[in-house]
């Protein structure tokens, strides 16, 4: 049975927080919610924004002499979209906590169930690194609960799948920023729910697979059909092989829509595709469409 969901309270948060760390002491606590995110972060916020952000807790560590050390603790909502939000930059080593972490160069970012957090120091020194992986520690740990991931993830065949950078997001804008596909949102986001972008790194060269849900199977028909008017020249085709050479698959199946991107070959593009509906239809039937 899954836990009540609590609303998000900026005290809550802020209890996850420590105080001090190490010598370096806590200023006052900034709280920003979605609509304000953008007097903390300029450009960053819409990202925030997009994966329907609900609090901001930042907490500044000051030690005269040093560089500072920032934490942003985001209250994401849900734990899905605390997965979300950290798939968005994935750059770095995994630092071993929370339910998935990265650091580099000064900064850690992990999430845990729905709550991501960033901590950075304005400079990387030895010092400054283990205070932040300390601090990030001691908030994975305050943390009571872990969350689940999107069960769209689910639906990601495992074969050849690079599944630590697998992406998580709501927007066209999101998919672009990882993998740009056109100006115009050609697979009508406007009606989707959830999507994940997986790579794939096989002896025949990387691939990625788009799969979009949306609310009902025919906003799915009616984005499938959009894709494969501007993508694929309105082809009838399952699988079609673009100007690069390789090729591009698309399927839908009751309401998710599901995008093979640089397959070698219509064989790869349409057996992906194949797996993608095989795991949909396991325990919950359908019919694919063409």
């Not at 986001?189 to 972008?197: I, N, P």
């Not at 595709?273 to 694919?288: D, F, H, I, N, S």
Request: hydrophobic fraction near 45%; proline fraction near 5%; charge should be negative.
């Amino acid at each position: 049975m899954s836990r009540p969901q609590q609303p998000p309270d900026a005290g809550r948060l802020a209890s996850y927080i420590p105080q001090t760390a190490g010598p370096w002491l806590s200023e006052a606590d900034q709280v920003f919610d979605a609509g304000s995110i953008f007097d903390y972060i300029d450009g960053a916020g819409e990202v925030y924004r997009s994966y329907r952000m609900k609090l901001l807790v930042a907490r500044r560590f000051h030690k005269d002499g040093k560089p500072d050390l920032v934490v942003d603790a985001f209250d994401m909502g849900t734990s899905a979209d605390a997965f979300g939000v950290f798939t968005h930059d994935l750059d770095g080593a995994d630092a071993g906590l929370g339910q998935g972490s990265t650091y580099k160069a000064g900064l850690l970012s992990f999430w845990k169930d729905r709550y991501f957090v960033s901590v950075y120091a304005e400079e990387e020194t030895p010092e400054t690194k283990a205070l932040v992986l300390d601090l990030g520690r001691a908030l994975a740990a305050a943390i009571p609960g872990e969350g689940r991931k999107p069960g769209i993830l689910e639906l990601v065949p495992p074969a050849d799948l690079e599944a630590r950078k697998i992406r998580y997001f709501h927007s066209f804008a999101i998919l672009n920023f990882h993998r740009f596909v056109a100006d115009a949102d050609v697979l009508r986001f406007d009606l989707a729910e959830e999507a994940v972008l997986a790579p794939y790194a096989g002896r025949s060269g990387r691939s990625d697979l788009l799969i979009v849900a949306y609310g009902r199977g025919s906003q799915a028909e009616l984005a499938a059909g959009s894709f494969r008017e501007a993508f694929l020249q309105g082809s009838k085709d399952r699988a079609v092989r673009l100007e690069n050479g390789r090729w591009t698959a698309c399927l839908a199946l009751d309401r998710h829509v599901a995008v093979v991107f640089d397959a070698a070959s219509a064989a790869e593009a349409e057996a992906r595709l194949e797996a993608v509906a095989g795991l949909m239809t396991g325990p919950r039937g359908g019919a694919v469409r063409p």
